[in-house]
């Protein structure tokens, strides 16, 4: 299986921070990697397909990028709405694996 | 507007079984590989399975985890995807959750359901 080792666990920050959330997968995999947005008590929400490319509807201040291994996700000036649980996920092979994910708090 | 909608949750017994709902709106369904996923409280995201679209086979793809136990169907004609889940454990305890591919044979989830809560309990 292809572990996703995603960093930080959590991370404080404040609003209009750029952020920055890391993926490592441990074999190669393309670009084949999501990211979702998880907001406490709802259902996990796409945002990035193939690496980079953006969801209909979600705000270009996500951006996604990487190829191979290493994957990252920015978020470019945080907004109240945008703190959440953001997880990586590789559908590169079966089984679909995700990150442990990342608790972007408020400092 | 695409719309999932998983049903069928709720507390049941080690060793019974339980079949879940995902009904869709907004979309072709038959056109669509769909997806299940499971969150155990306070957990992680994890992927239970996948079935493609009739296009592609209908075939599907499991976890280690639930193989041999879950099964994966879908009606085209109602636009329903279904979990049938069986020789339940108190470890299948989880919210479940329903995708939509990016297409036929795609294991993307570009649309999520809001989740069905399952207990596997005595």
């Known amino acids: 299986d292809i572990q996703m080792t995603q960093s930080p666990s959590s991370l404080s920050a404040s609003v209009g921070d750029r952020v920055t959330i890391t993926c490592r997968a441990s074999q190669g995999i393309s670009n084949n990697v999501a990211w979702f947005q998880q907001r406490p008590g709802k259902a996990p929400k796409s945002l990035i397909y193939?690496?980079?490319s953006l969801q209909s509807g979600v705000p270009s201040k996500f951006s996604g990028s990487g190829s191979g291994t290493d994957f990252t996700l920015t978020i470019s000036s945080l907004q109240p709405e945008d703190f959440a649980t953001y997880y990586c996920q590789q559908y590169n092979s079966f089984p679909l694996t995700f990150g442990g994910g990342t608790k972007v708090e408020i400092k | 507007e695409v719309q999932l909608v998983e049903s069928g949750g709720g507390l049941i017994q080690p060793g019974r079984s339980l079949r879940l709902s995902c009904t869709v709106s907004g979309f072709t369904f038959g056109d669509y590989a769909m997806s299940w996923f499971r969150q155990a409280p306070g957990k992680g995201l994890d992927w239970v399975g996948f079935?493609?679209?009739?296009?592609?086979?209908?075939?599907?793809e499991y976890a280690a985890s639930v193989k041999g136990r879950f099964t994966i169907s879908r009606d085209d004609s109602k636009s329903i995807a279904y979990l049938q889940m069986n020789s339940l454990k108190t470890e299948d305890t989880a919210v479940y959750y329903c995708?939509?591919?990016?297409?036929?044979?795609?294991?993307?989830?570009?649309?999520w359901g809001q989740g069905t809560l399952v207990t596997v309990s005595s």
């Open positions: 995708t939509r591919g990016h297409g036929g044979n795609s294991v993307g989830s570009l649309d």
């Open positions: 193939a690496a980079s």
């Open positions: 079935i493609r679209s009739k296009a592609y086979g209908g075939t599907t």
